[in-house]
């Protein structure tokens, strides 16, 4: 792939993973012979303005931090018509998981420099009274998005571990919640009320930390793969828990898979909504 790169930096992403491994990302793009510069954010809005500016002046921006930063900055990228490359340094790397990326920031620095371009999809999330927001690995409703809130606060776990463990406090406070989802086309789960812990509406194979929530979704064949996980016991639920790490859950009887390119999706009570590890602004009874 062809610079200058810009290195968008997240410098609080992975508890500072990100500043400890720009030095090796950097020394591996120089002994390439890439021409590139780095560019620090103060917040997630501000990475969008770099990320834009920079595609507008041709650069290939790469975002270094977790999965919400990739994502975010995926969709200003794609708003510029620009080039885009990753450089995982969060606790959970899902996109570089779901795309083959060396987890080792050197490794992906040279992969961005001697790789080539391909095109990816990406979901557009719409809410009511709110700008669209365009995100690149999945949206959740339900557990997983509380337990992302509370992966999120956790500064006693660093790594992928953090996921099962917010998911198990969170199942600890959980109560059942009516959703709706309505598929447009394709083979969507029948629309109607039912009772569950999340929906997860996914481009890509994998959330929380390598947790392989959707293991029939490609994140290039224009589709939105539907995961429902029905309310069931708590027991049943740990049962989810420990089968989704290599996506067996989807056999047992709780769990509905479903395809669409466009899906509505309503819950009876507010609650949070997250995309990518970052919290998005829906709560019920809204559609999004």
């Known amino acids: 792939m062809n610079g200058p790169f810009c290195l968008v930096v997240n410098p609080c992403a992975g508890g500072g993973r990100a500043s400890r491994v720009l030095p090796a990302a950097t020394a591996a ?3 390439a012979g890439a021409a590139h510069e780095v560019s620090r954010s103060a917040s997630l809005d501000h990475a969008r303005e770099l990320a834009d500016t920079a595609a507008r002046r041709g650069d290939v921006v790469v975002a270094v931090g977790g999965d919400g930063m990739a994502g ?3 969709g200003a990228v794609a708003a510029a018509d620009g080039m ?3 450089i995982p340094a969060g606790r959970g790397n899902d996109f570089a998981l779901a795309l083959g990326l060396p987890g080792d920031a050197a490794d992906a620095a040279r992969v961005l420099a001697g790789g080539q371009v391909r095109a990816m999809d990406l979901i557009g999330v719409s809410v009511p009274g ?7 690995l999945s949206v959740y409703l339900g557990l997983p998005s509380v337990a992302g809130q509370i992966a999120n606060r956790s500064r006693l776990l660093r790594g992928p571990a953090v996921y099962p463990v917010a998911a198990l406090r969170a199942l600890a406070g959980w109560q059942p919640a ?7 086309g394709r083979d969507g789960i029948p629309g109607g009320d039912f009772a569950a812990y999340a929906v997860v509406v996914a481009n890509c194979a994998y959330f929380g930390g390598g947790m392989k929530v959707a293991p029939p979704a490609e994140m290039d064949d224009g589709i939105l793969d539907i995961v429902t996980m029905r309310h069931s016991s708590r027991l049943a639920f740990l049962r989810v828990l420990l089968k989704i790490k290599d996506g067996t859950h989807v056999t047992l009887p709780q769990i509905s898979l479903g395809r669409a390119a466009e899906v509505t999706v309503t819950v009876d009570r507010a609650m949070l909504a997250a995309a990518d590890g970052e919290a998005l602004p ?7």
């Open 29 to 31: 793009l120089d002994e």
């Open 72 to 74: 975010a900055l995926a």
């Open 84 to 86: 885009y490359g990753i």
């Open 130 to 136: 709110q700008p669209e927001a365009v995100v690149a």
């Open 178 to 184: 009516a959703f709706r989802v309505e598929p447009g």
């Open 282 to 288: 829906c709560a019920a009874p809204l559609p999004a």
